[in-house]
């Protein structure tokens, strides 16, 4: 896309931690993004890596006048945060209005809070749910999802999950804005109420394990992949990939996976040596039972959000 101009925002204790990880592993580093972290606790964000930082704890005018400054000049606002974030149900509302009237766009990063976590946690999400009901594309994980990545562990903290959560994240907005700078055409990349996978192989023409490997992504619900309307796939190797090897990938999807036509795009990238990566984004179907999901509320709102 031409003239990017993408910030990403942590909002909240989790989302500023999420952000400061995609800083110390260079995401968004080509095409000069810029960090903002949004939060309550002056504390805790001086300890961020983020240099830009809003307070919520000031009056409204600041706050405002703030967060129109670091969101000053954007085409492209990548949100990150715990849904159940008391900062993020203040901020979404404020940043959504900024970025409609700028013709920004927005796509977001969240996991949605456990159903261990208190019901202030879930009223916060609620709030935030019907604002991001207005973007682009959402990408929401339940937290529950993240046990699925530690299922060898006999226990797991909090703690461990939320790491879980951070390098998922990092890891998701790497491949969306990798997709988004080699992207003429926004639209491509809009996916509304969205999910996303990747995987990787070693070997330089290894696009078919590669992708039965995004395949395999534990958070991944293979059937929604497999009624999903809309698939973007990108698989990217070092220098020496040869692109053609990507066939097999595409033959192995249309026959096993789905059958609607997909976006591939096929690259290189000298970042990558002996290896081969496979990423795949996709508007996800709407729920047929709701008594099935494991969030029911959540998932009949979401159901209704299209993109
Ligand atoms: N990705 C991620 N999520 C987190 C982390 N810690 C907590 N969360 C999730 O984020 C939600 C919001 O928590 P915080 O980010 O602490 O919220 P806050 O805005 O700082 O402030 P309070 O609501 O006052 O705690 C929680 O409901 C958790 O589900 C983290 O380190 N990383
Ligand atoms: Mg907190």
Redesign the pocket.
């Known amino acids: 896309m031409k003239n990017l101009n993408v910030k990403i925002v942590g909002?909240?204790?989790?989302?500023?931690?999420?952000v400061s990880r995609m800083m110390n592993s260079h995401v968004g580093q080509k095409i000069s993004a810029g960090f903002v972290a949004v939060?309550?606790?002056e504390n805790?964000l001086l300890t961020t890596a983020t240099r830009t930082n809003i307070f919520l704890n000031r009056d409204a005018v600041t706050v405002q006048k703030n967060l129109s400054e670091a969101l000053e000049g954007a085409n492209f606002v990548v949100l990150?945060?715990?849904?159940?974030?008391?900062?993020?149900a203040r901020a979404i509302p404020l940043i959504v209005s900024h970025a409609q009237s700028h013709k920004a766009r927005i796509v977001a990063f969240v996991?949605?809070?456990?159903k261990l976590?208190k019901p202030?946690?879930h009223e916060?999400?609620a709030v935030c749910l019907k604002q991001l009901a207005k973007i682009e594309t959402l990408f929401a994980v339940p937290?529950e999802k993240f046990f699925l990545f530690r299922l060898n562990r006999k226990e797991i903290s909090?703690?461990d999950l939320?790491?879980v959560?951070?390098e998922i994240?990092c890891n998701g907005v790497k491949n969306f804005l990798d997709a988004l700078a080699a992207e003429k055409n926004f639209d491509v990349l809009k996916f509304g109420d969205a999910s996303f996978c990747y995987g990787e192989a070693e070997g330089i023409d290894s696009a078919l394990d590669a992708l039965k490997a995004a395949l395999k992504f534990p958070a991944l619900d293979l059937d929604e992949l497999k009624r999903a309307a809309k698939i973007f796939i990108r698989v990217t190797g070092g220098e020496l990939f040869f692109k053609s090897t990507a066939d097999a990938a595409k033959t192995f999807f249309r026959d096993e996976i789905s059958a609607v036509k997909v976006v591939w795009r096929v690259d290189k990238d000298s970042a990558i040596v002996n290896k081969v990566c496979a990423s795949i984004m996709f508007t996800r179907p709407p729920a047929v039972q709701a008594t099935k999901s494991t969030f029911p509320s959540l998932k009949n709102f979401l159901g209704r959000f299209q993109p």
């Not at 990150?80 to 993020?88: D, F, P, Y």
């Not at 996991?111 to 456990?114: D, G």
């Open positions: 909002l909240g204790e989790g989302g500023a931690r999420a939060g309550n606790d805790l990150v945060s715990g849904l159940g974030s008391t900062a993020a996991n949605l809070p456990s976590e202030a946690r916060n999400a937290a909090l703690k939320f790491t959560a951070d994240f």
